[in-house]
């Protein structure tokens, strides 16, 4: 079955191109560090790329601080895992086993490399996506979960890191290891979570455990964003690789796990694509990363708890624990949840024998005794299947008499023919037994009556929608699900009968409940949101980058710029038509007072950042006086949004020198109002220092 990323142990390594580290070495600085330095501390936020030009770095034990079996980087590798996409911090230690140098790249401005450079970006991507793979597969993390088989809320932390694919170590509170008993020693033999080492989690909760993680994307006040993604589920994630891919800003808020209920699948053979068959939390997993790619951004575990729709038009969302986010746009992709058992005091066992998922955490409370797996639709016999390989004896109780037409044939064909499960028709679960968790249930088939001992029983039947956070703003039908296109007479036919508020999945009403389906539908809104918010989807010129990253929602909002994307492309053609012709009042008309210049590099006269009108002419002057440049042909200009990338080449002199040099840039331009209001250059620092250096005589 395919997993998030491919095997470590067996991938060939294949070292950057040239090209790559020219470009790496262009935007970074050196480094050196001694033998025995520390290079990064588990829990040190991943804000830098970092490429070994010579020397060892060894990943460092979480508890002995020894290195973690071979594990060392060496020349021509690089450090870091997924984490790196969303700004996250390090799981794990680094060391220089001797005298190291590497070249450092801070995040931004690599994830700005790697959105122009795709093959760079497939590279580091592929090692990264292998990386944490291999870390889940070793559990090799220093995140501590004890307890969690006797702790409903400890259990949930564990649900949460599992789903959401952050690696951990799990060990029970009886556990006779060395590691177990100093972890139940530091916490009083009582559930717990514990990080780097010796810090305790408290309060033990998912939301708590993604701050120290630094997942929870950290939103204050009137965050503005293009589209706001409410749900992470098959439809939301694939709306949010389109919407980034089109340079659209977005936020995807999820309150519970990346996946959503299709995370809850063990195994998804009939996904085109996966041969072999697929979980449906790698799948959507990987579509994250792709999102991440993008630059749209994830707050997990966030909810909205109401949707108003504010003054000019735009709406507002209010999230739980504080901040809000105003959104031109709103995305409803909140699926349903699986309905409780009508029975008394259902919720007393839920986390304690009672569980609406089907994976790794769950399944170990069926380990070797009987499973109960009530419904009978695929992700039923998903369960069923999975959990049939540590159970005992996995019973289905479906209240109907046959699956053929609630389940895939293929499915079907697989439960009957596995002899650790059985099937029981017109079965139905009657009252729940137990103490502090479920040990019995009972079940009436007809006029029979019996009990069953399990203390595991998954309930996978009905739904609910989630929609209880929309304030009435559209329109339902009568079981609570979002009515869309011509039932509502919308002219676009996933919109609701609020204008711009769109919805997709298995929360739409008459959608196809099959996560295909689901995804299908959220690729497709992704060109009626562009509609609704007058964006062309189109990019000028003959390439096209994105922004990546958790940054990229502040940074590509178009929020109070009223201005097209076209329009914005103008613009910035009259600034360099005006920079080429010496117009320097054409510059400063459209230029923002507050402008901002920044130009990368330490080794010649034009880096840092320049500031203002001044600041702007300062940089020209120097400019002229100091080098002469020729672009042998116009470049190109990509729209994002309110930003415009211009990707060009130039072959120039430095005048002192006489030296020449030759340049593949990139400029990064928002635009506001008809303005522009900050400049970004990605040039080759190192050529134009080389270019700029004297002798010591000092002749070039």
């Not at 680094?94 to 590497?102: D, L, P, W």
């Not at 575990?301 to 901040?323: I, K, Q, T």
């Not at 005091?345 to 005794?369: D, K, L, M, S």
């Not at 506001?672 to 400049?679: A, M, Q």
């Amino acid at each position: 079955m395919e997993g998030i990323g491919a095997d470590l142990e067996v991938m060939k390594r294949v070292p950057l191109a040239a090209g790559h580290i020219d470009a790496i070495r262009a935007i970074g600085r050196e480094r050196s560090y001694g033998a025995g330095d520390i290079i990064a501390r588990i829990g040190d936020p991943m804000d830098r790329f970092l490429y070994v030009v010579e020397g060892e770095i060894e990943v460092l034990e979480p508890h002995s601080e020894k290195r973690m079996g071979d594990v060392t980087l060496g020349p021509g590798q690089f450090v870091g895992e997924l984490s790196f996409l969303s700004g996250g911090n390090y799981f794990l230690a680094m060391r220089a086993v001797s005298r190291t140098v590497t070249i450092e790249v801070a995040r931004e401005a690599m994830l700005d490399l790697m959105a122009r450079v795709p093959e760079l970006s497939d590279h580091i991507i592929t090692v990264f996506a292998a990386r944490r793979q291999q870390l889940i597969e070793r559990r090799s993390s220093s995140i501590e979960v004890i307890g969690s088989d006797l702790d409903p809320d400890i259990q949930k932390v564990a649900a949460f890191l599992s789903r959401n694919h952050i690696p951990f170590q799990s060990f029970d509170l009886d556990g006779s290891d060395e590691e177990a008993m100093r972890l139940c020693k530091l916490v009083d033999h009582k559930p717990a979570v514990i990080f780097d080492h010796d810090h305790k989690i408290e309060p033990a909760t998912p939301r708590e455990v993604a701050r120290e993680l630094k997942m929870n994307l950290d939103i204050g006040d009137d965050l503005r964003t293009d589209i706001l993604i409410v749900g992470a589920g098959p439809a939301g994630v694939a709306a949010a690789v389109h919407a980034g891919a089109e340079g659209l800003s977005a936020l995807v808020v999820e309150d519970t796990a990346i996946g959503g209920q299709a995370g809850a699948s063990s195994r998804i053979e009939n996904y085109m694509g996966f041969p072999t068959g697929i979980s449906g939390a790698d799948l959507v997993f990987r579509g994250q990363i792709q999102a991440l790619r993008f630059g749209t951004c994830f707050a997990t575990p966030r909810r909205v708890e109401r949707l108003s729709l504010e003054r000019g038009g735009l709406f507002c969302a209010s999230l739980d624990g504080g901040g809000r986010v105003l959104a031109r746009s709103i995305l409803v992709a909140t699926g349903v949840q699986y309905r409780r058992l009508p029975l008394e005091r259902p919720e007393q066992f839920e986390n304690a024998g009672v569980f609406y998922a089907a994976t790794e955490t769950e399944a170990r409370f069926c380990r070797n005794t009987d499973a109960v797996v009530v419904g009978g639709g695929n992700s039923a016999g998903q369960a069923a299947m999975y959990l049939s390989r540590v159970a005992h004896l996995v019973h289905i109780l479906v209240r109907g008499d046959k699956l053929s037409d609630t389940m895939s044939s293929y499915l079907v064909q697989r439960l009957e023919a596995q002899p650790k499960i059985e099937i029981h028709f017109g079965t139905e679960v009657t009252a729940l037994h137990g103490g502090d968790h479920l040990e019995q249930i009972t079940v009436r088939s007809g006029d029979a009556v019996r009990i069953l001992s399990t203390r595991a029983l998954f309930v996978m039947i009905g739904a609910s929608p989630n929609t209880g956070w929309l304030s009435e703003l559209v329109e339902l039908d009568s079981c609570g699900f979002v009515k869309t296109g011509t039932a509502v007479g919308a002219h676009r036919p996933l919109e609701t009968s609020r204008q711009g508020i769109f919805a997709v999945g298995d929360v739409r009403a008459g959608s196809v409940k099959r996560v295909a389906s689901a995804a299908g539908e959220g690729s497709v809104v992704v060109s009626e949101i562009y509609e609704f918010l007058g964006e062309p989807m189109t990019s000028v010129g003959p390439t096209s980058s994105h922004v990546v990253g958790s940054d990229a929602v502040r940074r590509n909002s178009s929020g109070g710029n009223s201005m097209s994307t076209e329009e914005n492309v103008q613009t910035v053609k009259d600034f360099f038509a005006a920079m080429g012709s010496g117009d320097k009042q054409g510059l400063l008309a459209l230029s923002a007072e507050d402008i901002e210049w920044i130009i990368p590099g330490e080794d010649w006269p034009l880096a840092g950042t320049h500031r203002g009108h001044s600041g702007l002419a300062d940089v020209l002057r120097k400019a002229s006086a100091t080098m002469e440049l020729s672009s042998p042909e116009p470049p190109d200009f990509v729209a994002q949004g309110d930003r415009v990338l211009v990707v060009g080449f130039a072959r120039g002199r430095i005048k002192a020198t006489n030296r020449t040099f030759e340049d593949h840039w990139v400029f990064a331009i928002t635009v506001r109002n008809s303005k522009v209001t900050n400049i970004r250059e990605y040039i080759d620092t190192q050529a134009l220092a080389r270019a700029s250096q004297m002798d010591a005589s000092g002749l070039a």
